[in-house]
């Protein structure tokens, strides 16, 4: 999987955990198996005071094959198909998805 073969929600979605280096993408709506930004998710960015900033300035082109990580977490919001989540970014990779589920849906 390369970031050209994504959709262009996958490729936001990609885009925004990358930027977002650590903390959680909140709330966020997935429709058909793919990210919709509205409405828009709560963003929670994690900074450790005291410290510099780690942030990459890796240049990746449409070519770059993507971190395993990143083909994970599409599989699982494609097997999803619609619903609401939330995503912990690590070191700008994705790291935890939990699903929001209502108490009917996950017995059901």
Same mark, same amino acid.
């Given at each position: 999987?390369?970031r050209? @073969?994504?959709? =262009? %929600? $996958?490729? /936001?979605?990609?885009?925004? +955990? /990358?930027?977002?280096? %650590?903390? &959680?993408? /909140? &709330?966020?709506? +997935? !429709?058909?198996?793919? =990210?919709? %930004?509205? =409405?828009?998710?709560? +963003?929670?960015q994690?900074?450790?005071?005291? @410290?510099?900033s780690?942030?990459?300035?890796? $240049?990746? @082109?449409?070519?770059?094959?993507?971190k395993? /990580? %990143?083909?994970r977490?599409?599989?699982?919001?494609?097997r999803?198909?619609?619903?609401?989540?939330?995503?912990?970014?690590?070191? @700008?990779?994705?790291?935890?998805?939990?699903?929001? &589920?209502? !108490?009917?849906?996950?017995?059901?």
């Open positions: 999987m390369t050209r @073969s994504l959709h =262009p %929600f $996958q490729l /936001e979605l990609l885009k925004t +955990i /990358e930027k977002l280096g %650590f903390g &959680r993408i /909140e &709330r966020l709506c +997935i !429709r058909n198996g793919r =990210p919709w %930004f509205d =409405p828009a998710p709560y +963003i929670v994690e900074m450790k005071l005291g @410290s510099t780690e942030a990459s300035t890796e $240049q990746r @082109s449409d070519d770059h094959t993507l395993s /990580e %990143f083909e977490l599409f599989e699982q919001l494609t999803l198909g619609d619903g609401i989540v939330d995503i912990e970014a690590r070191h @700008s990779i994705p790291f935890k998805l939990a699903v929001i &589920r209502s !108490r009917e849906d996950l017995l059901a």
